[in-house]
């Protein structure tokens, strides 16, 4: 399942409302890598940023 089927699959279950799910911002994923000396997977900041 890719992120966007995930963030449906939230949304078409009531999960969550469209509004609610609100993707992290590319400078914010660069922040928490320098923060905490780590590289993140690239399918996982697909996942934060959808």
């Known amino acids: 399942m890719t992120p966007g089927e ?3 699959a939230i949304i078409e279950n009531e999960l969550a409302t ?3 799910l ?3 911002a590319p400078s914010d ?3 928490l890598e ?3 000396s780590v590289q993140l997977p ?3 900041k697909s ?3 959808c």
Do not use: R
């Open 34 to 36: 320098k923060s905490f």
């Open 22 to 24: 609100i993707g992290a």
């Open 47 to 49: 996942f934060l940023l």
């Open 6 to 8: 995930f963030k449906i």
């Open 42 to 44: 690239d399918s996982y």
């Open 18 to 20: 469209a509004d609610e």
């Open 29 to 31: 994923i660069i922040n």
